[in-house]
């Protein structure tokens, strides 16, 4: 099973529409975070959380929400979708051993706002 | 503001050759950068990691050089397969190193 796991994979929503992606890990790291990929433009960083107790704005915040409901589990809602959020999303995670903060990425979600 | 740059135009080579891709970034001092590679529908994943007292550092095929005179990492590989087309990744650390800035990447593609 993949170590880090993101649900659904592909989703199609329409403008207004409230949805929720989610990710899951099972490498133990307290440090997890949601970026958005659009061609181009490369990994943008939406949030990221510490531990269960910090969560932090990225470069890219406006329209998205998160939640830790627990240190394996990191939400990405988008309360009221609109066609420029479409993208591939990605959840990642790090144990930040040795300052290294190497990242551990999930396989992603291709959302569509149409 | 921090700024990274990989060459948006594709890398085609042939198989065997060695294939270099660039990374320049400005209006920065990293205390390290880091190279990812991700396949089509795939996450990145993590493949080297070089700090800026470290010259060059090599991993089998492949082999990263980090200049801070310059702002800029050179990423090699030798004898190219086609197994190693993909788009590769540079990442800076930012913000005492809670965080990574990505660039666009640079797809590789090696002709048999």
Known sequence: DADVTQTPRNRITKTGKRIMLECSQTKGHDRMYWYRQDPGLGLRLIYYSFDVKDINKGEISDGYSVSRQAQAKFSLSLESAIPNQTALYFCATSDFSGDKNIQYFGAGTRLSVL | ?112
């Open chain 2, 1 to 112: 503001s921090q700024k990274i740059e990989q060459n948006s135009e594709a890398l085609n080579i042939q198989e065997g050759k060695t294939a270099t891709l660039t990374c320049n970034y400005t209006n920065y001092s990293p205390a390290y950068l880091q190279w990812y590679r991700q396949d089509p529908g795939r996450g990145p994943v993590f493949l080297l990691l070089i700090r800026e007292n470290e010259k060059e550092k090599r991993k089998e095929r492949l082999k990263v050089t980090f200049d801070t005179t310059l702002k800029q990492s050179l990423f090699h590989i030798t004898a190219s397969q086609p197994a190693d087309s993909a788009t590769y990744l540079c990442a800076l650390a930012s913000g005492g190193y809670n965080k990574l800035i990505f660039g666009a990447g640079t797809r590789l593609a090696v002709h048999p």
